[in-house]
């Protein structure tokens, strides 16, 4: 994998500041990059691997490169909006990247669609390092994966495969707790559901626990 892109939003002289911007929590960082917009780079070097590599799961590195500076441009532009009282920043995050690969959902449901009936993932396939960092999508769970309503498919990878948990997910999609819990409870049953009649689910429930499952 070529890891996120370089260019990093207000970063132009950035200098001692970045060192600084690391030493504070994500809220901190972000107050004060208001006054001192080079300290941004520390929320950059800090979560853009993680936002690249969820990015990338979902739809492949080429589009992880644009998601991530997409969605770190927007957190900068937007940063004087940000509510201080929340000191990790990992949620607002994710809730700006999945508003981006919301975007690309008909790209997204034709690689899994893809994956089920060929069994060539032409996500996977377009990555330089190891084919199966998607949490080794096969063909019985893209299909099910394709068949989820776009909410609920972001509820669920959000858990499993950004590791948000449940009021982080709420945070990052701005909806109640419940239903990301009501959301998730369907995606897992309808996942479940179209694993138990394929002669794989046993294997593939295997790949799926913990994160999943739970």
Do not use: C
């Not at 449940?166 to 009501?182: F, H, K, M, N």
């Amino acid at each position: 994998m070529t890891g996120p892109p370089p260019a990093r939003p207000g970063t132009e002289h950035a200098g001692g500041g970045e060192g600084e911007g690391r030493a504070g929590d994500d809220a901190d960082v972000i107050a004060r990059s208001l006054d001192e917009p080079e300290l941004f780079a520390g929320l950059y070097d800090r979560h853009a691997p993680d936002i690249h590599r969820y990015a990338a799961r979902r739809l492949g590195e080429g589009a992880a490169d644009d998601i991530t500076a997409e969605t770190f441009l927007i957190a900068f532009r937007t940063r004087d909006r940000y509510d201080t009282a929340r000191r990790l920043a990992r949620p607002w995050l994710y809730g700006i990247a999945a508003n981006l690969i919301g975007k690309h959902r008909r790209t997204e449901v034709r690689a899994l669609k893809a994956l089920a009936r060929t069994g060539h993932d032409p996500v996977a396939a377009s990555w330089s390092e190891r084919s199966d960092d998607r949490l080794a999508v096969r063909a019985p769970l893209a299909g099910a994966l394709a068949s989820l309503s776009p909410g609920d498919r972001h509820v669920l990878l959000l858990v499993a495969w950004a590791d948000l948990g449940y009021q982080e997910v709420a945070d990052a999609l701005r909806i109640p707790l419940g239903t990301v819990r009501s959301r998730l409870n369907r995606a897992r049953r309808k996942v479940r559901e179209s694993l138990t009649t394929d002669p794989a689910f046993t294997s593939a429930e295997q790949e799926l626990t913990p994160s999943w499952t739970k």
